[in-house]
């Protein structure tokens, strides 16, 4: 397996830990692009970590993932809405949270196997990491906040799919422009 696929990943330690907090923080804004919902917001969120996924690949993908959760952990301000803390780590965003790592993973998994390189399988993967990041969100809301089944996918994981399918869009648009900007260095 090798990283070539990769849309020019930074090639020294350095250079991948600046991209990994770079990341972080994309991933810190992205969450305070919010639209209210119940029981959690819809956010920018999910763009910036399958993005980190595929630009950074599947281990600093989710490094900067795990950086971002961590600094939220600390009680930094950065997800929607400007929360923090364990609190707000534990509550109903919880799920969708820990989704995160496994859905960058997954996306930087499939871009170092040349998923992404065309549009169709990549919109594929990324729906599929949405669907995970969803899963997980809609798993939690049943078991934190004792939503039944149906309900919980009614309001954790439905109201989110047009914006899934957007955002995978946005991602492929964005990892095109950066493949792009990269070549022309």
């Not at 281990?59 to 803390?85: D, E, F, H, Q």
């Not at 960058?104 to 065309?118: K, P, S, Y």
Request: with cysteine; hydrophobic share 55%; net charge positive.
């Amino acid at each position: 397996m090798t990283t070539s696929r990769n849309p020019s990943p930074p090639r020294t330690v350095w250079s991948r830990i600046a991209a990994t907090v770079g990341f972080a923080l994309l991933i810190a804004v992205a969450a305070q692009v919010a639209i209210p919902l119940y029981p959690v917001p819809m956010t920018m969120q999910t763009w910036a970590v399958l993005l980190a996924g595929a630009v950074l690949g599947p281990r600093w993908g989710v490094a900067s993932v795990v950086l971002y959760l961590a600094l939220a952990m600390a009680g930094l301000p950065v997800l929607a809405n400007g929360a923090g803390g364990m609190v707000a780590t534990t509550g109903g965003s919880a799920g969708y949270l820990m989704g995160f790592p496994a859905a960058a993973f997954l996306v930087g998994w499939a871009t170092e196997q040349g998923g992404m390189d065309r549009p169709l399988p990549g919109f594929a993967i990324l729906v599929l990491a949405h669907a995970l990041i969803l899963a997980c969100g809609t798993g939690w809301l049943i078991l934190s906040i004792g939503l039944d089944p149906g309900r919980a996918v009614q309001v954790g994981a439905t109201p989110f799919l047009i914006g899934a399918g957007v955002k995978s869009v946005l991602v492929l648009a964005t990892l095109a422009l950066w493949r792009r900007l990269r070549t022309r260095r």
